[in-house]
């Protein structure tokens, strides 16, 4: 349970004796905050940077604003001021590409990470910088991620005190964005392709790290930025009594439903929603049961891909290869094992998900809704942890659900591609006549159980309600400063003075 900040004393750790171990610990929680943004080239990341800093400051915070483009071309030894802003792009993922396959996949959040603790020792001082960690609130807004790989790293320095903050914004907007700062539309879809996915291993991955966000945010307009952005804020610190909006409540859903499946691929879960907000039927991807419904671990004959000879899409992929080697070979063409795994490699056949023993999350939460009541799926929201194949979706469409909200892209569906009649993104021809996929906006699941759990005394003794503000709260996600071994120390240099105090 969190407690106000002016509650504990914050302390260097071996630094006094006490007789509260409990309360040395809790000193000893950050007060830095690492944001890192993520958006899609011309999603607007400025207007979010100005946002987070502009707000952050309202709310007592130093901040630091780091740019990894500035980082990148500052380490490469290369002035991108003079270029307009099509060669800059270019530039600096030429020199992004470069640095990632000579240094490592890493290399920009560990500039990043070198840059925080630089920013910190000239603002605080090298000697103070342990104590100014859970003394001094601020935040260093990291601008901007491109790579799943430098998430992973600040995940592992800065655990719960780094969060990703994703941008969505439709595609019409972003390349009106572009044309507004001067660059031809061919340039355009060249640099929103390679920014997305990058067919250079060592290039830019934006569509794969954006799903990686802890909170999404849709670039609609200033205002609702803003608030979006204080809400955020204020739900790290478990201020203000937020609740979960009916979006963040059914992913949730979905995502607890994804956690049943033992699927050997992924794991994917399916939330239905009626208007009124209720969860109506939950899915998880897995193997059907007799009877109804999918295994369990606690059926009886539990025949699960794990305990019947492992995945079958790959086994079946891998019996399509022999045939197709069998092919070549038959027409005496060399290498005919090597063609063959480039044949799957290469082309749609990689894509292949038919020879799946599983049901599919979208599936299994409306055949559960149709076995289970008489509810009906009509007009009902489908939330999804993953964008939903082509064959879930002409399911969904004669299911007669009106909305699917999705996290994950999924490459290898065509969902729109086939049924571009009747389904609708917000940035591919939108209509009420169509099911509208959309992109999750709000707390990702990974946070919500910590956002939205009782953290700390919401009531005075008269049952009133308590209102804390930022300036006087931890983090709701508490980082410590120190390891487990260090606090086990502690603990024991304050019971062996207690010995000698009683004895
Ligand atoms: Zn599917």
Redesign the pocket.
């Known amino acids: 349970m969190a407690d106000t900040a002016e509650n504990i004393i914050p302390v260097r750790l071996s630094s006094t004796i006490s007789s509260d171990s409990v309360n040395d610990i809790k000193g000893r929680r950050s007060q830095e905050l690492i944001v890192g943004l993520c958006g899609a080239m011309g999603s607007g990341i400025k207007s979010l940077k100005e946002q987070m800093i502009l707000c952050l400051k309202q709310n007592g915070y130093h901040v630091e604003h780091i740019r990894i483009s500035d980082l990148i071309a500052e380490f490469s030894k290369v002035n991108t001021t003079s270029l307009n802003n099509y060669q800059r792009y270019n530039t600096l993922q030429d020199l992004g590409d470069k640095l990632r396959e000579t240094h490592g996949h890493f290399i920009c959040a560990e500039l990043a990470v070198l840059s925080v603790q630089e920013r910190r020792e000239a603002i605080y001082g090298n000697d103070t910088s342990e104590l100014t960690k859970n003394t001094k609130k601020t935040a260093y807004i990291i601008d901007q991620i491109k790579h799943p790989s430098e998430v992973e790293l600040f995940h592992q320095v800065y655990k719960n005190n780094f969060y990703q903050v994703g941008l969505l914004r439709t595609v019409s907007e972003r390349i009106q964005n572009l044309k507004d700062e001067g660059i031809e539309s061919e340039n355009i879809t060249k640099i929103i392709e390679r920014d997305r996915k990058s067919k250079n291993k060592n290039g830019q991955q934006v569509e794969e790290t954006l799903q990686l966000a802890d909170y999404f945010v849709k670039n609609l307009d200033t205002d609702v930025m803003r608030r979006s952005v204080l809400r955020f804020i204020d739900l790290i610190h478990g201020v203000n009594h937020i609740t979960p909006s009916k979006d963040e409540s059914g992913m949730y859903s979905a995502y607890s439903a994804s956690l049943g499946s033992a699927c050997l691929s992924r794991q994917v879960g399916a939330s239905i929603m009626d208007f009124n907000g209720n969860i109506i039927a939950t899915g998880r991807n897995d193997v059907p049961a007799f009877g109804g419904g999918l295994y369990t671990s606690e059926s009886s004959k539990d025949k699960r891909c794990f305990n019947k000879n492992g995945c079958h899409n790959d086994r079946h992929k891998s019996l399509l290869k022999n045939e197709i080697k069998n092919i070549l070979e038959k027409y005496k063409l060399k290498d005919a094992d090597h063609l063959a795994d480039e044949i799957m490699k290469e082309t749609k056949a990689k894509y292949l ?1 038919e020879y799946s023993r599983a049901v ?4 299994d939460a409306i055949v559960s809704l149709a076995r289970n009541t008489n509810i009906g799926t009509t007009g009902n929201t489908l939330y999804c942890t993953t964008y ?2 082509h ?3 002409r399911h969904i469409v004669a299911a007669g659900i009106k909305r699917v909200v999705y996290i994950e892209p999924y490459e290898k569906s065509l969902a729109l591609q086939l049924h571009d009649d009747t389904i609708c993104q917000p940035d591919h021809s939108p209509s009420s006549d169509k099911v509208l996929f959309e992109n999750f906006e709000g707390v990702a699941p990974k946070r919500y159980a910590k956002f939205f759990g009782y953290n700390r005394k919401r009531k005075d003794a008269q049952g009133k309600p308590i209102n804390y503000s930022i300036e006087e709260s931890y983090h709701v996600d508490t980082q410590y400063l120190d390891s487990y071994g260090d606090y086990e120390s502690k603990v024991i240099q304050n019971l062996k003075s207690k010995f000698e105090i009683n004895i």
């Open positions: 998900i599919h999350a979208e599936m939903p194949c064959v879930c979706a």
